[in-house]
């Protein structure tokens, strides 16, 4: 340890995870996530239902994050949080328990936008792991996101292109759902497309100008293709699950890739960083490997655990902040819609 060493405890609370993570500069000492099984037998999250379990979960989740790291408190040098967008309620909390704590230590606060922390995550120094270099293409895609982004830098991003309407993470998961599968339905439809099919059944590919997506369109597609068979023979999903799941992965690995080739073109740049919790998939992971040798691109794909929802990001994009000064007043509030 060198006495210039920053330790950033970074906290995110955004949707239906509680998170916190201890950095020593860029190296993560420790990331721990506490998910809410609650949102399960509802289907989706419950915003009220998510910021009560974040004040259950926020104390236990950075007591645990310390305690990993081996550090007190008292040896932090900032905190950073994840400032929005995400649901008003949930962010409230993360964002309140900062602020308090900041003030109590005497240190540095830092507001953290989620989906800057999603791209950034690149960053965080991994043993093996080798991190991107400006300018790159990021595709951010999650269960509130889908975007490709132009990173000049870690301050300079610019949006150029993404959904008009669902996400892709809505993609997975209202088709999932359609399926009679758990919720969040994306790592069921990953798993049981292992074992299908990709071709078996065909779905017609949204029409959309420039690098914007679609995919409401999809999902009705989804719905009446199922509805059609399930009147034919009732127990079609049961006898399909496989092919079905793998058609539709297919179909959305193919609205992505695409919509990448077509960013690669219009930019010149093919270095392509994925973010957000659909980056998890593996099916997404294995065709953007294949592109380093198909399409000649240089493909970037973060360890699983810095994909989804996770402080560790929030808190290498705190670090960035704070090699360069940039931090926030006390007084700094939530922002569920914060601009990019
Ligand atoms: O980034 P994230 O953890 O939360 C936000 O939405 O910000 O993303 C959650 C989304 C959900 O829609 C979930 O179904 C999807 O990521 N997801 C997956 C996989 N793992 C998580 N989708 C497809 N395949 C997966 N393996
Ligand atoms: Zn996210």
Redesign the pocket.
Known sequence: MSYNDVFILAIES??DDTAAAVLQNDKVLSNVVAGQKIHEEYGGVVPELASRAHQQNIVPVIDMALKKANIDKTQLTAIAFTQGP?LMGSLLVGTSFSKSLAMSLGIPLIAVN??H??ILAHFIDEEGYEKPDFPFLAL?I????TQIVKVSSFFDMEIIGQTTDDAVGEAFDKSAKIMGLPYPGGPFIDKFAKDGNPKKFLFTKPKVPNLDFSFSGLKTQILYFIQKNVAINSNFIEDNKADICSSIQYTIIEILIDKLKLAVNQTGINSIVI???VSANSGIRKTLKEAQEKYGWKTFIPKFEYT??NAAMIGIVGYQKYLHHKFDDYSVTSNARIEF
């Open positions: 955004s949707c995400g989620h989906m922390a999603h951010t999650s269960g509130g996101h973010g957000g919790g989804t929802d």
